[in-house]
C-alpha cells in the first residue's frame, strides 16, 4: 500500500457527485486504494443524521462497484464526535508506510481551519480539494492556508452544485431524485421511507 485515499462525508444520502470525486480521486492521485468513511457523530452539522446503517448500506449501493473502494465503518464504531485526525492517525498505524490523500469538496476545505486539531491534519495527508459550485454564487476559490500551499492539491473535475441537502428535499416532496443517486440508492431510499419529512 503506496498510495492511500480518504473521502469522509455523512452520505445522507451518497450521490453521484460522490461518485464522480472518488472516480476523479482514483485516477488522479493513482490510489492504491480509497477508503469511503461514513461519518459517525457529525459534529460540525446542525441535524441528526439519518441512522448510520442506512447510511452505510447506501454506501455499499453507490460505490461496491468501483475497483480499489473500501467502505469503512470506523467512525461509526468510534464513541464520540468523528473526527477526522482520528481516523488518519489510525490509518496512519496500519499502513506506515502509505501517502495519506483526504479528499474533500471545497466547502469542506474552506472550513478546514475550524475542524478538530486541523494542523495535524494537514500534516498526516495531502489534502485533495473538489472544487464545487455553490448556487448562492456567493463561493470564491479555495485559498490553502499561508505557508501550507504545498499540502494541499486540486483535482480536476466538472464543478457541481449537487447537494445532499437538496435530494432529501425533493425527496421529501416526492420528486425523482434517481438522476443525482442512481437507480439503486433511490430504491433503497423509497423502500426504507428516508427522508420523508426534511
Ligand atoms: P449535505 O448537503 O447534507 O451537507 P453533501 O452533499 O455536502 O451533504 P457530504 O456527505 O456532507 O455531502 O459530503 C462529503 C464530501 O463530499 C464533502 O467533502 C463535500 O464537500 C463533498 N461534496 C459533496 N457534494 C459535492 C459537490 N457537488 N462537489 C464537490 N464536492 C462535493
Avoid: N
Avoid at 457529525?42 to 480499489?68: E, I, N, S
Amino acid at each position: 500500500m503506496r498510495r492511500l485515499g480518504v473521502f469522509g462525508g455523512a452520505f445522507d444520502p451518497p450521490h453521484l457527485m460522490h461518485r464522480v470525486l472518488v472516480e476523479t480521486a482514483l485516477e488522479q492521485l493513482q490510489l492504491d486504494r480509497l477508503q469511503i468513511v461514513p461519518t459517525g457523530q457529525a459534529w460540525h452539522k446542525r441535524r441528526p443524521l439519518t441512522d448510520a446503517a442506512h447510511r452505510v448500506a447506501m454506501a455499499h449501493l453507490a460505490f461496491d462497484d468501483l475497483p480499489r473502494v473500501q467502505i469503512d465503518t470506523r467512525e461509526i464504531a468510534r464513541s464520540g464526535p468523528s473526527y477526522t485526525v482520528d481516523t488518519l492517525r489510525e490509518l496512519r498505524g496500519e499502513w506506515p508506510q502509505a501517502a495519506l490523500f483526504l479528499i474533500i469538496g471545497q466547502d469542506q476545505a474552506q472550513a478546514l481551519p475550524s475542524w478538530h486539531a486541523w494542523e495535524q491534519v494537514v500534516a498526516l495527508a495531502t489534502i485533495c480539494v473538489a472544487g464545487r459550485a455553490d448556487p448562492t454564487a456567493a463561493a470564491t476559490g479555495f485559498q490553502a492556508p499561508d505557508g501550507l500551499r504545498q499540502r494541499f492539491l486540486q483535482l480536476r473535475l466538472p464543478l457541481s452544485d449537487t447537494s445532499a441537502t437538496d435530494i432529501r428535499h425533493r425527496a421529501s416532496s416526492g420528486q425523482s431524485i434517481v438522476p443525482l443517486v442512481g437507480e439503486p440508492v433511490a430504491r433503497y431510499i423509497v423502500l426504507h421511507r428516508l427522508y420523508q419529512t426534511t
